[in-house]
Structures are given as structure tokens and as C-alpha cells.
């Protein structure tokens, strides 16, 4: 599998999946989507395990595993998101805006220079951030690249997913 579609998919789980798809997602392994084909930055994977660890509930793993993400990041654009991670860990809300703005900005610089990608549209893996950060009861802001509004999290959100037949508790 190419990283790039795990990681979208993983981010897509983590938005906006409940606790079962987290750890059907956190127990995915590395293997499956490591492409000896497909160079990418160790630091990729190293947030991936990071991320799945924090799912897992081992909070020291995942802030070791963030911090040499963010120590080991060969691409500058990237770091703020790990940062951003690393933040949620620590439950420091005011950094976690800070860094997850920081990497907004560099994710809309980005995809302005393609913009016919899909992918574009939002930012998937700082919505997945954000669902986390709401989930650790930190409070997150709704804009262009980050539709929180859209997360089953969001408040109110319990409501449309009742009306849709899915019940607030298949979020939780």
C-alpha cells in the first residue's frame, strides 16, 4: 500500500470513526503500509506509530515517539504538525493552536501550488488532531482547511447523527 493512502485513511478513521475503528486502526500494521517502492521521511512513520500509540492509550510512548518525529522531520513544513501532536499530549491547548496554525498555514502553501489535488480540500490529518484535542476536552476553532464542525465530537453533531439512524453512542 502507498503511505500516503494509509495515512489518509488513518487520518479519516481517527476524524471521524469511534473508539472501535481506533483501535482497529491503531492495530494496523506497519508493515501493510511500509512501500520499500515509496521514499518518504522516517518521520512519517514515526508519527504514525505516535499517533497509534496516543489510541492505545500508552501516552508515554506517544509523546517519545512524537518528540523524535519532530527531532528527525527532514521537511520543515511538517514539523508544526508534529509539534501540534506533541501539544495534544502535553494537554496545551495554547500550543496546540499555535503549532496546528502553523501547519495549516503550510498545508494551504502546499496544495495552492497543486491545486487540482483532491486532497486539498482539508486537512485530514489536523482534523484527526482536532478530534483528538476534543476528545481530551481541549477546545478547537472551525475554519476553511479544519471543518470541525463536521466531526461527530463537534456539538450539536450527536443530533444530526440520530436523525441520519446512527445514534450518538456510535460516536463515542
Request: include cysteine; charge should be negative; hydrophobic fraction near 35%.
Amino acid at each position: 500500500m502507498d503511505p500516503g493512502y494509509f495515512n489518509l485513511a488513518f487520518a479519516t478513521l481517527v476524524a471521524f470513526g469511534g473508539r472501535e475503528e481506533w483501535r482497529i486502526a491503531a492495530g494496523y500494521p506497519e508493515t501493510g503500509y511500509r512501500n520499500p517502492n515509496v521514499t518518504i521521511d522516517e518521520a512519517f512513520y514515526t508519527e504514525i506509530r505516535a499517533v497509534k500509540a496516543w489510541l492505545q492509550g500508552d501516552e508515554d510512548l506517544a509523546r517519545r515517539e512524537g518528540q523524535k518525529a519532530v527531532k528527525t522531520c527532514h521537511e520543515a513544513v511538517q514539523r508544526p504538525g508534529y509539534r501540534a501532536f506533541l501539544s495534544l499530549v502535553d494537554n496545551d491547548q495554547v500550543s496546540f493552536c499555535e503549532h496546528l496554525g502553523d501547519r495549516v498555514k503550510g498545508y494551504k502553501k502546499q496544495y495552492q501550488r497543486g491545486p487540482n489535488s483532491p486532497e486539498g480540500f482539508v486537512f485530514l490529518f489536523g482534523l484527526a488532531l482536532c478530534r483528538l484535542a476534543q476528545e481530551r476536552g481541549m477546545s478547537v476553532e472551525d475554519g476553511a482547511y479544519l471543518p470541525v464542525r463536521l466531526l461527530p465530537s463537534f456539538p450539536g453533531t450527536e443530533l444530526y447523527g440520530a436523525e441520519m439512524g446512527l445514534g450518538a453512542s456510535s460516536y463515542r
